[in-house]
Nanobody, 120 residues
Framework: VQLQASGGGLVQSGGSLNLSCVVS????????MDWYRQVRGKQRELVAG???????NYADSVKGRFTISRDNDKSTVSLQMNSLKPEDTAVYYC???????????????WGQGTLVTVSS
């Protein structure tokens, strides 16, 4: 099982990016999936989360600007980021709370990060 995140890059303030995270492998089920971000020297923070049933939660700093979604059939989670600000600059990580797969059970599983840079 692997979590592969993509979609980061350099964008101007006010612009948009769409991050995607694919869970590869023979997946039977995934509970909550989240996006976190981390700025160097600071703690990793939760940006948005989505349950398998589609319930979402967001950090106050991104409410109204970011939208998290998932496709359970494709084992993917996405983060649409609009109206980006320089303070959104960070490495973004996807996380799966619990994964049931043909290769075993995994909990608190992380993908590699993808860098988002927002210029002013």
């Amino acid at each position: 099982v692997q979590l592969q995140a993509s979609g980061g890059g350099l964008v101007q303030s006010g612009g948009s990016l769409n991050l995607s995270c694919v869970v590869s492998g023979r997946i039977w089920g995934i509970t909550e999936m989240d996006w976190y971000r981390q700025v160097r020297g600071k703690q990793r923070e939760l940006v948005a989360g989505i349950t398998s049933g589609g319930n979402t939660n967001y950090a106050d700093s991104v409410k109204g600007r970011f939208t998290i979604s998932r496709d359970n059939d494709k084992s993917t989670v996405s983060l649409q980021m609009n109206s980006l600000k320089p303070e959104d600059t960070a490495v973004y990580y996807c996380n799966a709370d619990r994964i049931w797969s043909a290769s075993g059970f995994y909990s608190d599983y992380w993908g590699q990060g993808t860098l988002v840079t927002v210029s002013s």
